[in-house]
């Protein structure tokens, strides 16, 4: 058996006018992120871990956001398509480990439900995806609300 990790990050800013898309899942909030897709950073952090551990590029070689095909894309299409571009080469997801960066709105409450609906997209058990959130103590473009970051680190698998 072959494995692999990879690392993922993402971010994107907060504006008014926006739906928040976090997890797969929309969430009550007077911001949303700013992206070209509806700009999920946790499913981006993943997907690009996911595309590093099978030395596929990146997010934005494969979901180009100069690309018309890619606006206003929910991210969960691109986490489908990730996870068949790298069954490609005959990986399959072991595990996620992620963390959401965000002062607001609270994410904890909403993981349980970011879990059940990312591991339908990718077809695997929801004990296979961890998420965790944190503040950063008001430090930083995230602590003054501008934008939220995301970081995931993923395990993949091959025979």
Same mark, same amino acid.
């Given at each position: +058996?072959? %494995? ?5 990050? *993402?971010?994107? &800013? ?7 898309? @976090?997890?797969?899942? #929309?969430?009550?909030?007077? $911001?949303?992120? !700013? ?6 950073? $946790?499913?981006?952090? %993943? ?25 206003? +894309?929910?991210?969960? @299409? ?7 571009? %790298?069954?490609? =080469?005959?990986?399959? $997801?072991?595990? %996620? *480990? ?5 002062? /607001?709105? =609270? +994410? ?6 970011? &879990? /059940?609906? +990312?591991? *339908?997209? @990718?077809?695997?058990?929801?004990? &296979?995806?961890?998420? #965790? ?5 008001? !430090?930083?473009?995230?602590? /003054? &609300? ?8 993923? $395990?993949?698998?091959?025979?």
């Amino acid at each position: +058996m072959t %494995i692999r990790v990879g690392f993922g990050y *993402d971010v994107h &800013q907060l504006v008014p006018g926006r739906e928040l898309w @976090i997890g797969g899942i #929309k969430l009550e909030h007077d $911001l949303g992120l !700013l992206g070209h897709s509806d700009a999920d950073v $946790l499913l981006h952090a %993943i997907c690009d871990a996911l595309l590093g551990a099978a030395n596929m590029r990146d997010i934005g070689y494969h979901f180009p956001d100069t690309s018309d095909a890619t606006l206003g +894309m929910d991210s969960k @299409i691109i986490l489908r398509r990730t996870v068949e571009l %790298i069954a490609t =080469k005959g990986y399959r $997801l072991g595990n %996620i *480990d992620a963390t959401i960066c965000a002062e /607001r709105p =609270k +994410m904890n409450p909403h993981i349980p439900e970011m &879990q /059940r609906v +990312m591991a *339908d997209v @990718i077809g695997c058990d929801p004990d &296979q995806i961890s998420i #965790k959130a944190t503040t950063t103590e008001r !430090l930083g473009f995230t602590g /003054r &609300q501008e934008g939220m970051a995301a970081y995931a680190t993923v $395990l993949i698998e091959r025979d």
